[in-house]
């Protein structure tokens, strides 16, 4: 008897690798979330190709992560905002810089920091809903995954 393949999970972490898992969509991102919303100014901070560049822009924007706005008809010029589920990646991108800054020794420090209204730095720390203690990964479990049948080829 043939074994049957499981087929990949359904899970909305895939889904959203789907749309920003790969460094130049998070690296544009992590721009516009700074006030970079230019196509130049893009390219100088992230490094990336020009082509690449052009690439993950249209993908951000026709994923709903940045919105489009012209700025110049003549010559037509446009720049990049967040919309909100751009807005809703910045816990994301707080905890990768967190991460890259604690954990890969060959990364310079980050200038400056994220701060909020408050005037503080911000930290990100995940914690449960309901009793507001602090979650690490030795405290979790997952329950109900559904299985997504593998589609014939």
Known sequence: MPKKEAGPRVCSMADAL?????KWSLLVVREVFYGV?????????????????????RKLSEAGVLRRVQ?????ARSEYHLTEAGLDLAPTLLCLLQWGRR?????????GALVHDCGEPLHAVLTCRACGRRVTGTDLSIHQIPIRPVEPR
């Open 103 to 111: 954990w890969t020794s060959d990364a310079p420090a980050t200038p």
């Open 37 to 57: 919303r230019r196509f130049e100014g893009i390219a100088q901070n992230t490094g990336a190709p020009r082509d690449v560049l052009t690439a993950r822009l």
């Open 71 to 75: 700025y110049s008809e003549r010559p």
């Open 18 to 22: 789907e749309v920003v898992g790969e």
